[in-house]
C-alpha cells in the first residue's frame, strides 16, 4: 500500500535488517559446506531469495543453479546443497537421487537448509528412505521478507490451505517466531489484539516464546507499537472482490508475485518478456497505484506529459507503455467489472446475480474468477439457495472440468460457497441495510457494502464454525455466542 | 536399553511380570516369592523406564503392579523396603555390576538423556526444534498426555511428530478411537497421511469414523493420479458406486460417460487426421486432443469438427446434448461460437430461427443477441452479417452502442429514426461517407414530413 504520506506519522522502521540478517545467514549456512557446490533451489523461494540477496552473491561459492524437481546432469558437482521448504514431495525428491548416487557408486556430499525450518514428518521420510545418515540438516530461519516501506510477506502461500482447510497448525510456528523477532527488533511491542483462533494461538505461542528468552525490555523506544493478528477468515469478502485500484489490477491480471510482475511477451509486444519490480520506490507507481481503474486514463494522461522526459526507463515500466496498458488491457476489464460490481456487491437482485454467474460459467470466461464471483454471492448471501447452488455446480463441472467436483467440496468445507440449509436467509434488518447501499452512486465499493457484508459476515461465521466441527457439538455454541456479539 | 534386554544376562524366565532376581534366586522360585511378599508393592513406578542406563523418570505415574523388583526401583535408591536392602548389597556384592558397569553411575549423570522430561516438557524441548526420543511413553496414558500436550501447544510440527510415533506404536483401532474424540489432533493425522500418500490408511480411518462422503471423494481424488486414460475411464467406472450423494453420483457417471466418449471420438478423429481425406481436419488442424477435457469444450470440438452429424454418432452435437442434458443456452451459446470461428453465417442463422407452428420464422437468441454480436464480431463477421443481429438487440441504449461501435450504420439510422431523434440523426449524418446510400437514407428520413420529431 505504501504510506498515505501524513506529515505527522514518523517514519516506518527500517526493515533493511530484516534482508540484511536473512542474507548473512544464508551465506554463512553455504558456507558450512565448502567448496564448490551445485545449489537446488525450490521454486517459491526463488523469488524471495532474489529480494535478499543477488544470485551474485551465491556465485561465488555455487557452481549450478538447479530448480528443485529437476534431475541433476551427468557433470555435475561432488556436492549438493538443496534450499528448500519442509515438504514431503521435496524429501522424496532428494531421496531419490541420494540412493540413485548410491546405486551409481557416486559419493557426493548433501546439504539440505530448510526454509523457515525443518519439520520433524521431512526426517521422518528421509528416514524411511534411509538417506538420513547421507545428509545434513540446517535451518535458514527466514521469517519475514519486506516488500516495500511498509510491507512485510512471510512468503508462505501454503499457510491458508494448510490452516483453513487442512486445520494443520504447522505454521503457527513460523509465525510466533516473526513475530518474536519483529518483536526483539523493532519492540517491545505494546497492546496486542487479535480477531480469531488463529491469532490467538499464534499469540500464545510467542508468548510462550518470549518467557523463554528472557529478553529484557531492553529500554530502547520501540518501533513498532501495537500489534493487530487477524485471520484471514474473519473477512474473506474484501479478499475476493476484484481489485479496483492500480495495483490490485495489476495483481489480478498479471499476478504480483512477491513484490514484482513478469509481462510476458503479448503485453510487452516484444520478443522479451520483462520482469518489473513494484513498489513505492517507482515514483510512477507509487502515486498510481491506490487510484481507481477509472481514473486511470486521465491521470495517465497528464503525467506523461509531464514526466516523459525526465522517467528513467529502466526503473520499470515507463509512461507510454503504462498507457497502453491500461487502455488495452484494462479496456475490456472495465467493461466487465461494471458489470460485475453492480449485481453483485451492491445486494441487488439476487436472480440478476446468479443469472450472471450462469453467463459467466457458460462462456468459460476464466474458473477463478467464476468462483471468486460464487462465494462472493454465497458469503454475502449467507449461503445459496439449494436449487442454485446445485444448478451453478453443475454448470461450472460442465465448464470447467468434472474434477472440480473435489474444488467444490473444499469450498464448502472452508465455508467459501455453500448451500442454504431452510429458514437462513437474510433478515429484515439485513435486506434494509441492502437498501441504504443501493441509493448510493453505483461502481464504487463504498463503506456501507462493508458494513452489510461484516454483517452478514458474523452469520456466516457462525456457520462456520459450526460446519468445521464435524460432529456438530459446537453448532449450538457458536451461534449462540455470535447472536450475543452480534 | 529395556528391561527385556536384561533377561539376556540374567536368567530368562516366563514369568510375565517383568522380574528379574539379582541374588540368584530363580523367579518364581519359594524364597523369591516370600520376598516379594514382604517387600510389598508400592516403590513406585515404573516399567516406563526402558532406557536403564538413563536412570529413571522422575515425573508421577501409574505405579506399577507388585513390582518392586522393576529395575528402575532397584536404582532409585529408595532403599524404603527391607527386602530391597538386601538386593542392593546383593548389588555391591556380586559380579552383576560387571555386567551392566553402566548402572552403577551416579543418577546426576542422567539428566542429559531424554527421560528426565515429562510430556509438557519434552513438548516444549521439540517446540525449539530439538530432538526428543518419544520412546520412553509406553502407556497408552502416557501417549496420550504427549498428545494432548502438544495440540495444546499449538505447534502442528510437533502435534504432527507425536502421531508419526503413535501411529508406529499403537494398533490403528486403538489410534482412531482416541482421535475420535480429539479433532485437532485427527485434523493432523488425516492431513499427514494425505501428504504421505498413506491411502489405504487414510481411507480405514475415515470409514472408522464414517466419514463415508470423505471415503468417496478421497478415493476418487485418486483419478488425477493416473495418467493413461484407459487406466482412468476403468477407475472412474469403479468410483460410480461409491458413497456419494444422489448429486454427486451423477456428475460422477458423467465423468466416467464423457471420458468414455472421448476416447472414441478421439481415436477416430486422430485415424481421419492421418488419412488425411477430410478437408476439416486438413484446413484446421487439431492442436490438442480431446481427452480429459470439459464438457463444453468437448461440445465446442463437436460443433466444430462434427456439427452436421447424426445424432446416433457419439461424436455429433446433439448426441452430447441429450446424454449430458446440456441447457439450451449453453449449447446455443458454443455452437454459435463454433460456427462463427468457421465463419459458417448460414449455421448461425439456422440456430437462432425458430419456426412456429404456423410456418413462420422467428429469431430467438436464449443467450441474448449482445452476446450473439459480440461472438460474431470476434470471430471478424462481415457487417451485413453482423448487423442483421445487432437490429435484434432489445435494450435500445446498448443497441445502439453496439451499432455505432461496429458501424452498423442502417441500424443506428432506424433507432433513430424510430425514437424520433432528430438531433442525433442529423449529427450521424457525419459518422456516414459522403454520398453514400446510408448517407441518403439519412437524407430522406429527415425530410419526412410525415414523422412527428421530437426535437
Given at each position: 500500500?505504501?504510506?498515505?504520506?501524513r506529515?505527522d506519522?514518523?517514519?516506518?522502521?527500517?526493515?533493511?535488517?530484516l534482508?540484511?540478517?536473512?542474507?548473512?545467514q544464508?551465506?554463512?549456512?553455504?558456507?558450512?559446506l565448502?567448496?564448490?557446490?551445485?545449489?537446488?533451489?525450490?521454486?517459491?523461494?526463488?523469488?524471495?531469495?532474489?529480494?535478499?540477496?543477488?544470485?551474485?552473491?551465491l556465485?561465488?561459492?555455487?557452481?549450478?543453479l538447479?530448480?528443485?524437481?529437476t534431475?541433476?546432469?551427468?557433470?555435475?558437482?561432488?556436492?549438493?546443497c538443496?534450499?528448500?521448504?519442509?515438504?514431503v514431495r521435496?524429501?522424496?525428491?532428494?531421496a531419490?537421487?541420494?540412493?540413485?548416487?548410491?546405486?551409481?557408486?557416486?559419493?557426493?556430499?548433501?546439504?539440505?537448509?530448510f526454509?523457515?525450518?525443518?519439520?520433524?514428518?521431512?526426517?521422518?521420510?528421509l528416514?524411511?528412505?534411509?538417506?538420513?545418515?547421507?545428509?545434513?540438516?540446517?535451518?535458514?530461519?527466514?521469517y519475514?521478507l519486506?516488500?516495500?516501506?511498509?510491507?512485510?510477506?512471510?512468503e508462505?502461500?501454503e499457510?491458508?490451505r494448510?490452516y483453513f482447510?487442512?486445520g494443520?497448525?504447522?505454521?503457527?510456528?513460523?509465525?510466533?517466531?516473526?513475530?518474536q523477532?519483529?518483536?526483539?527488533?523493532?519492540?517491545?511491542?505494546?497492546?496486542?489484539?487479535g480477531?480469531?483462533?488463529?491469532?490467538k494461538?499464534?499469540?500464545?505461542l510467542?508468548q510462550?516464546?518470549?518467557?523463554?528468552?528472557?529478553?529484557?525490555?531492553?529500554?530502547?523506544?520501540?518501533?513498532?507499537?501495537?500489534v493487530?493478528l487477524?485471520?484471514?477468515?474473519?473477512?474473506?469478502?474484501t479478499?475476493?472482490?476484484s481489485?479496483?485500484?492500480?495495483?490490485?489490477l495489476?495483481?489480478?491480471?498479471f499476478?504480483i508475485?512477491c513484490?514484482?510482475?513478469d509481462f510476458?511477451?503479448?503485453?510487452?509486444?516484444?520478443?522479451?518478456?520483462?520482469k518489473?519490480?513494484l513498489?513505492?520506490q517507482?515514483?510512477?507507481?507509487s502515486?498510481?497505484?491506490n487510484?481507481?481503474?477509472?481514473s486511470?486514463?486521465?491521470?495517465l494522461?497528464?503525467?506523461?506529459?509531464?514526466?516523459?522526459?525526465?522517467?528513467?526507463?529502466?526503473?520499470?515500466m515507463?509512461?507510454k507503455q503504462m498507457k497502453?496498458?491500461?487502455?488495452?488491457?484494462?479496456?475490456?476489464?472495465?467493461?466487465?467489472?461494471r458489470?460485475l460490481?453492480l449485481?453483485l456487491?451492491?445486494?441487488?437482485?439476487?436472480?440478476?446475480?446468479?443469472?450472471?454467474?450462469?453467463?459467466?460459467i457458460d462462456?468459460?470466461?476464466?474458473?477463478i474468477?467464476?468462483?471468486?464471483?460464487?462465494c462472493?454471492?454465497?458469503?454475502?448471501?449467507?449461503?445459496?439457495?439449494?436449487?442454485?447452488?446445485?444448478?451453478?455446480?453443475?454448470?461450472?463441472?460442465?465448464?470447467y472440468g468434472?474434477?472440480?467436483l473435489?474444488?467444490f467440496h473444499?469450498?464448502k468445507r472452508?465455508?467459501?460457497?455453500?448451500?442454504?440449509?431452510?429458514?437462513?436467509?437474510?433478515?429484515?434488518?439485513?435486506s434494509?441495510v441492502?437498501?441504504?447501499?443501493?441509493?448510493?452512486?453505483?461502481?464504487?465499493?463504498?463503506d456501507a457494502?462493508?458494513?452489510l457484508?461484516?454483517?452478514?459476515?458474523?452469520?456466516?461465521?457462525?456457520k462456520?464454525?459450526?460446519?468445521?466441527c464435524p460432529?456438530?457439538?459446537?453448532?449450538?455454541h457458536?451461534?449462540?455466542?455470535?447472536?450475543?456479539?452480534? | 536399553?529395556?528391561?527385556?534386554?536384561?533377561?539376556?544376562?540374567?536368567?530368562?524366565?516366563?514369568?510375565?511380570?517383568?522380574?528379574?532376581?539379582?541374588?540368584?534366586?530363580?523367579?518364581g522360585?519359594?524364597s523369591w516369592?516370600i520376598?516379594?511378599?514382604?517387600s510389598?508393592?508400592t516403590?513406585?513406578?515404573?516399567g516406563r523406564?526402558s532406557?536403564?542406563?538413563?536412570g529413571?523418570?522422575?515425573?508421577?505415574a501409574?505405579?506399577?503392579?507388585?513390582?518392586?523388583?522393576?529395575?528402575?526401583?532397584l536404582?532409585?535408591?529408595?532403599?524404603k523396603l527391607?527386602?530391597?536392602?538386601?538386593l542392593?548389597?546383593?548389588?555391591?556384592?556380586?559380579g552383576v555390576?560387571?555386567?551392566?558397569?553402566?548402572?552403577?553411575?551416579p543418577?546426576?549423570e542422567?539428566k542429559?538423556?531424554?527421560?528426565?522430561?515429562?510430556?509438557?516438557?519434552?513438548?516444549?524441548?521439540?517446540?525449539?526444534?530439538?530432538?526428543?526420543?518419544?520412546?520412553?511413553?509406553?502407556?497408552l496414558?502416557d501417549k496420550?498426555?504427549l498428545?494432548?500436550?502438544?495440540?495444546?501447544?499449538?505447534?502442528?510440527?510437533?502435534i504432527?511428530?507425536?502421531?508419526?510415533?503413535l501411529?508406529?506404536?499403537?494398533?490403528?483401532?486403538?489410534?482412531?478411537?482416541?482421535?475420535?474424540?480429539?479433532?485437532v489432533?485427527?485434523?493432523?493425522?488425516?492431513?499427514?497421511l494425505?501428504?504421505t500418500?498413506?491411502?489405504?490408511?487414510?481411507?480405514?480411518?475415515?470409514r472408522?469414523?464414517?466419514?463415508?462422503?470423505?471415503?468417496?471423494?478421497?478415493?476418487?481424488r485418486?483419478?488425477?493420479?493416473?495418467?493413461?486414460?484407459?487406466?482412468?475411464?476403468?477407475?472412474?467406472k469403479?468410483?460410480?458406486?461409491?458413497?456419494?450423494s444422489?448429486e454427486?453420483?451423477s456428475h460422477i457417471?458423467?465423468h466416467y460417460?464423457?471420458l468414455e466418449?472421448?476416447?472414441?471420438i478421439?481415436?477416430?478423429d486422430?485415424?481421419?487426421?492421418m488419412a488425411?481425406?477430410?478437408?476439416?481436419f486438413?484446413k484446421?488442424?487439431?492442436k490438442?486432443?480431446i481427452?480429459?477435457m470439459p464438457?463444453?469444450?468437448?461440445?465446442f470440438?463437436?460443433?466444430?469438427?462434427?456439427y452436421?452429424?447424426a445424432?446416433g454418432?457419439?461424436?455429433?452435437?446433439?448426441?452430447?446434448?441429450?446424454t449430458?442434458?446440456?441447457?439450451d443456452k449453453?449449447?446455443?451459446?458454443t455452437a454459435?461460437?463454433?460456427?462463427?470461428k468457421l465463419?459458417a453465417w448460414?449455421?448461425?442463422?439456422?440456430?437462432?430461427?425458430?419456426?412456429?407452428w404456423?410456418?413462420?420464422?422467428?429469431?430467438?437468441a436464449?443467450i441474448?443477441?449482445?452476446?450473439?454480436?459480440?461472438i460474431?464480431?470476434?470471430?471478424?463477421?462481415?457487417?451485413q452479417?453482423?448487423?442483421?443481429?445487432?437490429?435484434?438487440v432489445?435494450?435500445?441504449e446498448?443497441?445502439?452502442n453496439?451499432?455505432t461501435?461496429?458501424?452498423?450504420?442502417d441500424v443506428?439510422?432506424e433507432?433513430?429514426?424510430?425514437l424520433?431523434?432528430?438531433?442525433?440523426l442529423?449529427a450521424?449524418?457525419?459518422?456516414v461517407?459522403?454520398?453514400?446510400?446510408?448517407?441518403?437514407k439519412?437524407?430522406s428520413?429527415?425530410?419526412?414530413?410525415?414523422i412527428r420529431?421530437?426535437?
Amino acid at each position: 500500500m505504501a504510506l498515505a504520506g501524513r506529515r505527522d506519522a514518523p517514519e516506518p522502521p527500517d526493515f533493511g535488517i530484516l534482508k540484511r540478517l536473512a542474507r548473512d545467514q544464508l551465506v554463512y549456512l553455504l558456507e558450512q559446506l565448502p567448496g564448490k557446490k551445485d545449489l537446488f533451489i525450490e521454486a517459491d523461494l526463488m523469488s524471495p531469495l532474489d529480494r535478499i540477496a543477488n544470485v551474485s552473491i551465491l556465485k561465488h561459492d555455487v557452481d549450478k543453479l538447479y530448480k528443485v524437481e529437476t534431475r541433476p546432469g551427468p557433470g555435475a558437482s561432488d556436492q549438493f546443497c538443496f534450499l528448500v521448504r519442509p515438504r514431503v514431495r521435496t524429501m522424496r525428491f532428494i531421496a531419490d537421487i541420494v540412493n540413485a548416487d548410491k546405486m551409481s557408486g557416486r559419493s557426493r556430499k548433501y546439504k539440505i537448509i530448510f526454509s523457515p525450518q525443518k519439520f520433524y514428518a521431512c526426517e521422518m521420510i528421509l528416514e524411511e528412505e534411509g538417506v538420513f545418515g547421507d545428509v545434513t540438516c540446517d535451518e535458514w530461519s527466514f521469517y519475514l521478507l519486506p516488500l516495500d516501506e511498509d510491507i512485510i510477506s512471510m512468503e508462505l502461500p501454503e499457510f491458508f490451505r494448510d490452516y483453513f482447510l487442512e486445520g494443520d497448525h504447522r505454521w503457527i510456528n513460523p509465525v510466533a517466531r516473526a513475530l518474536q523477532l519483529l518483536n526483539s527488533l523493532y519492540g517491545p511491542f505494546g497492546k496486542t489484539y487479535g480477531i480469531g483462533r488463529c491469532a490467538k494461538m499464534s499469540y500464545e505461542l510467542w508468548q510462550d516464546l518470549e518467557e523463554e528468552s528472557e529478553s529484557e525490555g531492553q529500554g530502547r523506544k520501540p518501533e513498532i507499537g501495537h500489534v493487530f493478528l487477524m485471520d484471514r477468515d474473519t473477512d474473506y469478502v474484501t479478499a475476493l472482490c476484484s481489485q479496483v485500484v492500480y495495483e490490485g489490477l495489476v495483481d489480478d491480471t498479471f499476478r504480483i508475485k512477491c513484490g514484482s510482475v513478469d509481462f510476458g511477451p503479448d503485453v510487452t509486444s516484444s520478443d522479451k518478456s520483462i520482469k518489473v519490480l513494484l513498489n513505492s520506490q517507482d515514483k510512477v507507481f507509487s502515486q498510481i497505484r491506490n487510484e481507481h481503474f477509472s481514473s486511470m486514463f486521465g491521470f495517465l494522461s497528464q503525467k506523461s506529459r509531464n514526466l516523459q522526459a525526465q522517467y528513467d526507463r529502466r526503473r520499470g515500466m515507463d509512461i507510454k507503455q503504462m498507457k497502453d496498458f491500461v487502455s488495452q488491457e484494462l479496456k475490456g476489464l472495465k467493461q466487465e467489472h461494471r458489470l460485475l460490481s453492480l449485481p453483485l456487491l451492491e445486494g441487488f437482485d439476487i436472480r440478476e446475480s446468479t443469472s450472471f454467474i450462469e453467463e459467466h460459467i457458460d462462456r468459460q470466461v476464466s474458473p477463478i474468477e467464476s468462483l471468486r464471483l460464487m462465494c462472493l454471492l454465497s458469503i454475502t448471501e449467507n449461503g445459496l439457495v439449494p436449487k442454485d447452488y446445485r444448478s451453478l455446480k453443475t454448470q461450472y463441472l460442465q465448464s470447467y472440468g468434472p474434477e472440480h467436483l473435489l474444488t467444490f467440496h473444499n469450498l464448502k468445507r472452508i465455508g467459501l460457497l455453500m448451500e442454504q440449509s431452510a429458514g437462513e436467509t437474510l433478515t429484515a434488518v439485513e435486506s434494509k441495510v441492502s437498501k441504504l447501499v443501493t441509493d448510493r452512486a453505483a461502481g464504487k465499493i463504498t463503506d456501507a457494502f462493508n458494513s452489510l457484508a461484516r454483517k452478514s459476515n458474523f452469520r456466516a461465521i457462525s456457520k462456520k464454525l459450526g460446519l468445521v466441527c464435524p460432529r456438530g457439538e459446537l453448532a449450538g455454541h457458536s451461534a449462540h455466542g455470535a447472536q450475543s456479539s452480534a | 536399553m529395556e528391561v527385556n534386554s536384561l533377561r539376556d544376562i540374567v536368567d530368562d524366565d516366563d514369568d510375565d511380570l517383568e522380574r528379574v532376581s539379582w541374588s540368584g534366586e530363580p523367579v518364581g522360585s519359594i524364597s523369591w516369592s516370600i520376598k516379594e511378599t514382604a517387600s510389598g508393592s508400592t516403590s513406585s513406578l515404573d516399567g516406563r523406564d526402558s532406557s536403564l542406563q538413563k536412570g529413571s523418570s522422575s515425573y508421577a505415574a501409574l505405579p506399577k503392579q507388585g513390582s518392586s523388583y522393576s529395575l528402575s526401583s532397584l536404582f532409585k535408591g529408595r532403599n524404603k523396603l527391607s527386602s530391597f536392602q538386601s538386593l542392593s548389597d546383593a548389588l555391591t556384592d556380586t559380579g552383576v555390576k560387571n555386567y551392566a558397569p553402566e548402572l552403577r553411575r551416579p543418577r546426576a549423570e542422567y539428566k542429559d538423556y531424554s527421560s528426565d522430561w515429562s510430556p509438557k516438557d519434552t513438548v516444549r524441548r521439540m517446540q525449539r526444534g530439538k530432538v526428543c526420543s518419544l520412546e520412553r511413553f509406553r502407556s497408552l496414558q502416557d501417549k496420550l498426555v504427549l498428545l494432548d500436550e502438544a495440540v495444546s501447544g499449538h505447534d502442528g510440527n510437533v502435534i504432527t511428530a507425536v502421531l508419526i510415533f503413535l501411529k508406529r506404536t499403537l494398533r490403528r483401532e486403538i489410534l482412531f478411537r482416541e482421535l475420535e474424540v480429539r479433532q485437532v489432533a485427527l485434523c493432523h493425522l488425516i492431513h499427514f497421511l494425505r501428504e504421505t500418500g498413506e491411502q489405504k490408511f487414510l481411507l480405514d480411518l475415515l470409514r472408522f469414523l464414517d466419514r463415508t462422503e470423505e471415503v468417496a471423494l478421497s478415493q476418487y481424488r485418486e483419478h488425477l493420479n493416473i495418467q493413461d486414460v484407459e487406466k482412468r475411464r476403468e477407475f472412474l467406472k469403479g468410483c460410480i458406486g461409491l458413497p456419494f450423494s444422489a448429486e454427486d453420483t451423477s456428475h460422477i457417471q458423467d465423468h466416467y460417460t464423457l471420458l468414455e466418449r472421448q476416447i472414441i471420438i478421439e481415436a477416430n478423429d486422430r485415424h481421419l487426421e492421418m488419412a488425411g481425406q477430410s478437408e476439416l481436419f486438413r484446413k484446421y488442424p487439431r492442436k490438442a486432443s480431446i481427452l480429459n477435457m470439459p464438457l463444453v469444450t468437448t461440445l465446442f470440438y463437436s460443433c466444430f469438427y462434427h456439427y452436421t452429424e447424426a445424432e446416433g454418432m457419439f461424436s455429433s452435437p446433439t448426441n452430447l446434448k441429450k446424454t449430458f442434458k446440456i441447457p439450451d443456452k449453453q449449447y446455443v451459446l458454443t455452437a454459435l461460437a463454433a460456427r462463427a470461428k468457421l465463419r459458417a453465417w448460414g449455421d448461425v442463422d439456422a440456430l437462432l430461427t425458430t419456426k412456429n407452428w404456423l410456418g413462420y420464422t422467428k429469431k430467438k437468441a436464449p443467450i441474448g443477441f449482445h452476446r450473439v454480436v459480440e461472438i460474431l464480431q470476434r470471430n471478424n463477421a462481415p457487417v451485413q452479417v453482423l448487423q442483421e443481429y445487432v437490429r435484434l438487440v432489445e435494450d435500445v441504449e446498448t443497441r445502439l452502442n453496439l451499432a455505432t461501435k461496429y458501424k452498423c450504420h442502417d441500424v443506428v439510422i432506424e433507432t433513430y429514426r424510430d425514437l424520433k431523434d432528430r438531433v442525433q440523426l442529423t449529427a450521424y449524418k457525419c459518422k456516414v461517407e459522403r454520398g453514400s446510400a446510408e448517407e441518403e437514407k439519412i437524407q430522406s428520413i429527415l425530410s419526412n414530413m410525415q414523422i412527428r420529431w421530437k426535437n
